[in-house]
């Protein structure tokens, strides 16, 4: 907390642990002798066991605060990939992948819900999205 009377440091970590069932597909939607494009989904749904822990240290002391929640989360992904055969044993893959998740705890939206005097808070209800890029060699045999 940088320019207060009395600096102080607040550090949060967060925990989702995601038990439950997911079902999905992967499909090609065209193929050669050399490349083929496939697209691959999955959805899921979790019981999400969520916690939190935060400490904020200053010159006057120390606050801890730890909490935990169950929620049911939805985790979904969406992939589309070309795969190059390179030999008959070789292949190189490239893709752009999407993973979604909602009803999951992060580190950002503790900080408004966090009771340090109390010692309890908790926010369950984030949602985030990533996405990028992914490359890979398969060798088989």
Not at 77 to 102: H, K, P, Q, V
């Amino acid at each position: 907390l940088a320019g207060a009377g009395i600096p102080a440091d607040l550090t949060t970590n967060t925990s989702n642990r995601l038990y439950g069932v997911q079902a999905g597909g992967d499909m090609s939607l065209w193929q050669t002798d050399g490349f083929s494009l496939d697209v691959l989904g999955k959805a899921g749904l979790y019981g999400n066991h969520a916690s939190q822990s935060g400490v904020i240290t200053s010159g006057l002391g120390t606050l801890l605060s730890t909490d935990s929640d169950s929620v049911a989360s939805f985790v979904g992904e969406l992939d589309l990939s070309g795969t190059f055969f390179l030999t008959e044993n070789i292949s190189l893959r490239c893709g752009y992948r999407m993973l979604a998740m909602d009803n999951v705890v992060t580190a950002s939206e503790q900080i408004g819900a966090t009771d340090f005097f109390g010692g309890t808070g908790i926010d369950d209800s984030a949602s985030v999205f990533y996405h990028g890029a992914h490359v890979g060699l398969t060798l088989t045999y």
